[in-house]
């Protein structure tokens, strides 16, 4: 998104370089270039900015370590010696 931004604003730049540079840069081609001005710093501040502070990192999970363990008999008793229904 970066890339592209700022790509935009070199564009933006170059086309009103090269209107200045021809005389055809009037008041209204200027009120016309602060609207795209205003623009693309709005795209900036709700775009490109929270993509360049974010964090992007994912956070590294500690390792857990496994380890097998006798089954334990569940209850007081046995279940073998216990009555069923």
Known sequence: M???YWTLWA???LMALLLFTTGNFT????VAFGFVSFGMIF???IAVLPSTVGHHAVPK?????T???KAEKSGI???K???TR
């Open 2 to 4: 970066l890339k592209i």
């Open 11 to 13: 564009a933006i730049g």
């Open 27 to 30: 008041l209204m081609t200027l």
């Open 43 to 45: 795209m900036g501040m």
């Open 61 to 65: 999970q500690p390792k857990v370590k």
């Open 67 to 69: 380890e097998k363990v």
């Open 77 to 79: 008793f046995d279940s």
């Open 81 to 83: 010696h216990l009555a």
